[in-house]
Nanobody
Framework: QVQLVESGGGLVQAGESLTLSCAAS????????MAWYRQAPEKQRELVAT???????NYADSVKGRFTISRDNAKNTVYLQMNSLKPEDTAVYYC??????????WGRGTQVTVSS
């Protein structure tokens, strides 16, 4: 079973930046698509960004131009660079892995809090 461990969350002020990391165990990482989701209090979990195994990326409209997802297959790690953070970006951020045969793994999440 693949394990995912997120890191890099914290408390920042509006306009600042953070970079989240998600390290995966096992050898399936390079063949998998990776994504970042977030869940704010009393809201549904929402997709933030996806990066496919070929490097193609997709973003939620709310983060386009501010967030960048990237991956390092040699390190089994996916990143989320978050710039110009806003209070509405406050949430628990989760990493998700999707294998070619549609097996899904989730991390436990990392808290991001943006103060105004």
């Amino acid at each position: 079973q693949v394990q995912l461990v997120e890191s890099g969350g914290g408390l920042v002020q509006a306009g600042e930046s953070l970079t989240l990391s998600c390290a995966a165990s096992g050898s399936i990482f390079s063949a998998s698509s990776m994504a970042w989701y977030r869940q704010a209090p009393e809201k549904q979990r929402e997709l933030v960004a996806t990066i496919f195994r070929d490097g193609i990326t997709n973003y939620a409209d709310s983060v386009k131009g501010r967030f960048t997802i990237s991956r390092d297959n040699a390190k089994n790690t996916v990143y989320l660079q978050m710039n110009s953070l806003k209070p509405e970006d406050t949430a628990v951020y989760y990493c998700r892995l999707l294998t070619p045969n549609y097996f899904i793994s989730w991390g436990r999440g990392t808290q991001v809090t943006v103060s105004s």
